[in-house]
């Protein structure tokens, strides 16, 4: 049957005699080939090509090699792609990698420049830290490339100390109790226990209303407030009150625990010694140099100062804050308090800055009273020994922070030592989101 690329013609033969009919096809070759039908040219010799059926199975053939063409060209596609996203990551990897590193450094230049400017402060006025001082502002590290460092130094002083709440001698101070419980109260605490809670959690005794679950010791930082049993994240940090719907404060940023208090040394006692009122006095003091010749020692040398002369915790007068001032001081009123803090702020009429230098300069502040005034005796200082800095070091799109607690002596003793650091956002929960400005009150 004749397939449809052949036409039909008339055969005649030189004679012009009619032979009949012969089917040929419209492309003729004169050779073996592939035609459109399927079918194979021959050469013949009364027609011409003739189309004869292909060999079997050879359409099947060419459909697999097709489809494992483009099996291959869709693995090596694959190939390229995922080698393509490979090499992206690891050059994002490296690229953090070196940004990490140079924030390492970064961090460590930030620590260094806190310590150059307590040293300097130490230096210039060592016997007052005031707010108009260089470290008192945010600081921008220079020379540095491809990073970005920033510094804030605060000192610790300003904050309450939470060794206020335990006596020298390990027992609960109740005064501290009421300061803090006030503290709770000024920043809108929905939860009259927080100060209760904290106070039985770090006393050393085992009486107290919220015993279950405490530790009996201090704290280590203070973000270790956390872990007391019925204490919450937003008590910490701030929130809202579910009553009132109005915000507060969190009481971290109020909070520290530095300086730590020394301890007084223990008073030895003679085995036969009988209990009595009076103090023991302490044992003679072997490394003592001798006596000079025709003189005597006394037989009992103190080598510390007496139990009476540790104090407790002070706050500075100068950088305090005024949440912090109105818990000390109970007769002192909110507007008073802020009085207090405009005053340390604003300059003399000779351009000098004014700063607190005793106690008694509390009485050119407007609405001071001699009560309140009574009130803080003892409870201030004007110089400040421990002070936290808060460093980030940004390098593209990594960023490192690092909290150093940096503690200082006279201004011939050695440089700021460290006395405690730690790494992450945890520490004061950074309030202004990455890229922001650093304010004079933390991050």
Same mark, same amino acid.
């Given at each position: 049957?004749?397939?449809?690329?052949?036409?039909?013609?008339?055969?005649?033969?030189?004679?012009?005699?009619?032979?009949?009919?012969?089917?040929?096809?419209?492309?003729?070759?004169?050779?073996?080939?592939?035609?459109?039908?399927?079918?194979?040219?021959?050469?013949?010799?009364?027609?011409?090509?003739?189309?004869?059926?292909?060999?079997?199975?050879?359409?099947?053939?060419?459909?697999?090699?097709?489809?494992?063409?483009?099996?291959?060209?869709?693995?090596?596609?694959?190939?390229? #792609?995922?080698?393509?996203?490979?090499?992206?990551?690891?050059?994002?990897?490296?690229?953090?990698?070196?940004?990490?590193?140079?924030?390492?450094? /970064?961090?460590?230049?930030?620590?260094?420049?806190?310590?150059?400017?307590?040293?300097?402060?130490?230096?210039?006025?060592?016997?007052?830290?005031?707010?108009?001082?260089?470290?008192?502002?945010?600081?921008?590290?220079?020379?540095?490339?491809?990073?970005?460092?920033?510094?804030?130094?605060?000192?610790?002083?300003?904050?309450?100390?939470?060794?206020?709440?335990?006596?020298?001698?390990?027992?609960?101070?109740?005064?501290?109790?009421?300061?803090?419980?006030?503290?709770?109260?000024?920043?809108?605490?929905?939860?009259?226990?927080?100060?209760?809670?904290?106070?039985?959690?770090?006393?050393?005794?085992?009486?107290?209303?919220?015993?279950?679950?405490?530790?009996?010791?201090?704290? #280590?930082?203070?973000?270790?407030?956390?872990?007391?049993?019925?204490?919450?994240?937003?008590?910490?940090?701030?929130?809202?009150?579910?009553?009132?719907?109005?915000?507060?404060?969190?009481?971290?940023?109020?909070?520290?625990?530095?300086?730590?208090?020394?301890?007084?040394?223990?008073?030895?006692?003679?085995?036969?010694?009988?209990?009595?009122?009076?103090?023991?006095?302490?044992?003679?003091?072997?490394?003592?140099?001798?006596?000079?010749?025709?003189?005597?020692? &006394?037989?009992?040398? &103190?080598?510390?100062?007496?139990?009476?002369?540790?104090?407790?915790?002070?706050?500075?007068?100068?950088?305090?804050?005024?949440?912090?001032?109105?818990?000390?001081?109970?007769?002192?009123?909110?507007?008073?308090?802020?009085?207090?803090?405009?005053?340390?702020?604003?300059?003399?009429?000779?351009?000098?800055?004014?700063?607190?230098?005793?106690?008694?300069?509390?009485?050119?502040?407007? /609405?001071?009273?001699?009560?309140?005034?009574?009130?803080?005796?003892?409870?201030?200082?004007?110089?400040?020994?421990?002070?936290?800095?808060?460093?980030?070091?940004?390098?593209?799109?990594?960023?490192?922070?690092?909290?150093?607690?940096?503690?200082?002596?006279?201004?011939?003793?050695?440089?700021?030592?460290?006395?405690?650091?730690?790494?992450?956002?945890?520490?004061?929960?950074?309030?202004?989101?990455?890229?922001?400005?650093?304010?004079?009150?933390?991050?």
């Amino acid at each position: 049957m004749p397939c449809g690329c052949q036409e039909k013609r008339q055969r005649y033969d030189p004679a012009g005699v009619y032979k009949g009919v012969a089917f040929t096809h419209m492309r003729p070759t004169g050779r073996t080939t592939r035609s459109g039908c399927g079918m194979i040219e021959t050469p013949s010799r009364e027609a011409g090509p003739v189309c004869v059926p292909a060999p079997a199975g050879r359409s099947a053939r060419r459909g697999i090699a097709l489809v494992l063409t483009l099996l291959v060209l869709s693995i090596l596609l694959i190939l390229v #792609v995922q080698l393509r996203l490979t090499t992206r990551l690891h050059v994002i990897q490296s690229a953090n990698t070196a940004g990490d590193l140079r924030n390492l450094y /970064g961090a460590r230049a930030g620590l260094e420049f806190a310590r150059l400017y307590v040293q300097t402060d130490t230096e210039l006025t060592p016997g007052l830290d005031m707010l108009h001082e260089p470290w008192a502002r945010p600081i921008q590290i220079p020379g540095l490339s491809d990073v970005s460092v920033q510094l804030v130094l605060e000192d610790e002083e300003r904050r309450f100390n939470l060794f206020r709440l335990v006596l020298p001698n390990g027992k609960p101070d109740p005064v501290g109790r009421e300061q803090l419980a006030r503290l709770v109260a000024i920043l809108g605490i929905p939860e009259d226990t927080l100060a209760l809670r904290i106070a039985d959690y770090i006393d050393p005794d085992t009486e107290g209303d919220f015993e279950a679950g405490a530790r009996n010791r201090m704290l #280590v930082i203070p973000e270790e407030l956390a872990m007391i049993p019925g204490i919450y994240p937003e008590f910490l940090y701030g929130g809202v009150d579910p009553r009132t719907e109005q915000p507060y404060r969190g009481i971290l940023e109020y909070v520290t625990l530095w300086p730590v208090p020394i301890a007084p040394p223990p008073v030895p006692t003679r085995p036969d010694a009988q209990e009595s009122s009076e103090v023991t006095p302490p044992a003679p003091d072997e490394n003592a140099p001798p006596p000079a010749e025709g003189t005597t020692r &006394p037989p009992n040398t &103190p080598r510390r100062p007496p139990v009476a002369a540790v104090r407790r915790p002070g706050v500075n007068l100068n950088t305090v804050l005024p949440e912090v001032l109105l818990a000390l001081c109970p007769e002192m009123t909110p507007e008073v308090a802020q009085a207090v803090a405009a005053y340390r702020t604003g300059t003399e009429d000779d351009g000098t800055p004014r700063a607190f230098k005793s106690i008694a300069d509390l009485y050119r502040v407007p /609405g001071i009273t001699e009560r309140m005034v009574d009130a803080l005796k003892g409870e201030v200082v004007f110089k400040s020994s421990i002070f936290s800095a808060r460093v980030v070091s940004r390098s593209g799109n990594v960023s490192r922070r690092v909290r150093y607690v940096l503690g200082r002596g006279a201004a011939t003793e050695p440089p700021p030592l460290l006395t405690w650091w730690e790494e992450g956002g945890a520490f004061g929960m950074p309030r202004a989101a990455a890229g922001e400005p650093l304010t004079g009150q933390g991050f």
